[in-house]
């Protein structure tokens, strides 16, 4: 998981990263700068957004104003000293998720992390197909709540299969919708992506783990549903 954090503080940022990327293994990005970290959250893709409303230059109201304007559905929790009510209600009907007031318990900030993560996965965003849920904002896939981490063009293939379930792609097809390349039908590359797709959403040894990908010999693969 990709984390943005804006804070002006740098004791906190170097606080907060160390923690999630030793203890959960998330890849956080530091900002100290309002201006600079709107740039960010605009032009890179980020899973979530830890954002202190009292920023130099642009403050995180504008921040959050600013990404919601232009249809970003970058999930936000802002981080702040203790909001007034008006506050608190300011910065959720500007856009953010959640909220929570300093000083904080890392725990407090994973817990809240990985709960609005499960809500970004019950949204209107998300493609399910039995107990695999794939958010398209994010690229992240859930099984049974558990997140999985794609590739490009895992997420891709992903998408590709849960929109044509239970019908059968051909390998030219798949190379077609993931790739941009000419399709050489020597080449193995879309049986290495599928592998590696499997080895991620696939768990179950002991018989059918659905959804599936099953292999049609000398044609392609086609993605079994439970029902």
């Known amino acids: 998981m990709k984390i943005l954090i804006i804070e002006s503080d740098k004791r906190i940022t170097q606080y907060l990263a160390l923690a999630l990327e030793k203890e959960e293994n998330f890849q956080v ?4 700068c ?3 970290g709107l740039k960010l959250a605009q032009n890179e893709k980020f899973d979530i957004l830890l954002l202190e409303i009292a920023l130099p230059k642009v403050d995180g109201f504008s921040i959050i104003s600013k990404l919601r304007e232009i249809g970003s559905d970058l999930p936000i929790i802002v981080l702040s000293t203790q909001l007034s009510l008006e506050e608190k209600v300011s910065v959720l ?4 998720d959640d909220y929570i007031c300093k000083p904080f318990h890392i725990e407090e900030v ?3 992390i990985y ?4 809500r970004c996965c019950n949204s209107d965003r998300n493609i399910q197909v039995d107990d695999l849920v794939l958010n398209t904002v994010t690229h992240i896939a859930y099984k049974n709540n558990i997140p999985i981490e794609l590739s490009q063009k895992e997420y891709l293939l992903l998408c590709y299969f849960m929109q044509n379930v239970n019908k059968i792609l051909t390998r030219q097809d798949i190379q077609n919708n993931i790739d941009k390349e000419p399709f050489d039908i020597k080449s193995n590359l879309i049986d290495v992506y599928v592998k590696r797709l499997r080895n991620k959403i696939q768990s179950s040894k ?7 990908i099953k292999s ?10 439970k029902f």
């Open 216 to 225: 049609i010999r000398g044609i392609g693969y086609k993605m079994i549903t």
């Open 206 to 212: 002991n018989g059918p783990d659905y959804p599936y």
């Open 34 to 36: 309002g201006a600079k």
């Open 29 to 32: 990005t530091e900002c100290h």
């Open 110 to 112: 994973k817990a809240r």
């Open 93 to 96: 009907r500007l856009g953010a």
């Open 115 to 118: 709960n609005l993560r499960r």
